[in-house]
C-alpha cells in the first residue's frame, strides 16, 4: 500500500542554519507530493506540492524536488529563523485514492 | 473569505457522554475529512466523504459517527463506545478526487474527556 516515511525528529538548529527534513515514499502509479506546517495549536497549512516528476515545489524559502528515481521529497531551507519553528509533514495522494496519507511529522525547533 | 471553522476551539465532556464536534466550510469542495491527532504523532483518518449523503470509514472509524446532509457541514459525533477520545480534532476538505487536489485544513478542537 502507499506510505510516507519521514525522518524523526526533533530537529533543533540555529538560526540562520540550512535545513533538510527526509521524506520517502512508497506508492503505485503518480502520485501527488505535498509538504504540510502546523504550527502550535493549529492546523495544518499547505506549505509546497509537486505533482509530477521533477517538479520542484517552493514557497517561503522553503523547496522540495519530486524524485521519482529515489522516491523522495526531502523538504529544504538555505536560512531557517525561528518563525520556523513547527511541525511538518510529509504526505502523498495517489491517482487511484481520494485518500492523502500523512507521513508522522518531523518537529523542528529553531533557537535565536 | 473562505475557510473552514471548527467550532469550539476547546471542548470539555465527561466520560459516558457523547459529544459532536462541528466543521463547516464555504469552499464549495465536494470532499470533506475527519482526523486524530494524539500528541507527538501524526494524523490518523477517522472518516470522508466524497459527497453530500455519502461518507467512508477511514482507519479508526470505530466509536465515531459522522453525516454529511449538506455539502458545507460534516459534523463528527465521538460517542461513548470511543475507548480514548482525549485528543485534537482536524476536519479538512479537498475540491474534489482529482491525485494533485491539496486538503485545506480547520483550527482543530481540541476535546478533552474527564
Known amino acids: 500500500g502507499n506510505s510516507v516515511t519521514q525522518m524523526e525528529g526533533p530537529v533543533t538548529l540555529s538560526e540562520e542554519a540550512f535545513l533538510t527534513i527526509n521524506c520517502t515514499y512508497t506508492?503505485?502509479?503518480?502520485?501527488?507530493l505535498f509538504w504540510y506546517v502546523q504550527y502550535p495549536g493549529e492546523g495544518l497549512q499547505l506549505l509546497l506540492k509537486a505533482t509530477k516528476a521533477d517538479d520542484k515545489g517552493s514557497n517561503k524559502g522553503f523547496e522540495a524536488t519530486y524524485r521519482k528515481e529515489t522516491t523522495s521529497f526531502h523538504l529544504e531551507k538555505g536560512s531557517v529563523q525561528v518563525s520556523d519553528s513547527a511541525v511538518y509533514f510529509c504526505?502523498?495522494?495517489?491517482?487511484?485514492?481520494?485518500?492523502?496519507?500523512f507521513g508522522s511529522g518531523t518537529r523542528l525547533s529553531i533557537r535565536p | 473569505d473562505g475557510g473552514i471553522t471548527q467550532s469550539p476551539k476547546y471542548l470539555f465532556r465527561k466520560e459516558g457522554q457523547n459529544v459532536t464536534l462541528s466543521c463547516e466550510q464555504n469552499l464549495n469542495h465536494d470532499a470533506m475529512y475527519w482526523y486524530r491527532q494524539d500528541p507527538g504523532q501524526g494524523l490518523r483518518l477517522i472518516y470522508y466523504?466524497?459527497?453530500?449523503?455519502?461518507?467512508q470509514k477511514g482507519d479508526i472509524a470505530e466509536g465515531y459517527s459522522v453525516s454529511r446532509e449538506k455539502k458545507e457541514s460534516f459534523p463528527l459525533t465521538v460517542t461513548s463506545a470511543q475507548k480514548n477520545p482525549t485528543a485534537f480534532y482536524l476536519c479538512a476538505s479537498s475540491l474534489g478526487e482529482g491525485d494533485s487536489y491539496e486538503q485545506y485544513f480547520g483550527p482543530g478542537t481540541r476535546l478533552t474527556v474527564t
Open positions: 504526505a502523498l495522494r495517489s491517482s487511484s485514492a481520494s485518500k492523502i496519507i
Open positions: 506508492a503505485t502509479g503518480y502520485p501527488s
Open positions: 466523504s466524497q459527497i453530500v449523503n455519502d461518507f
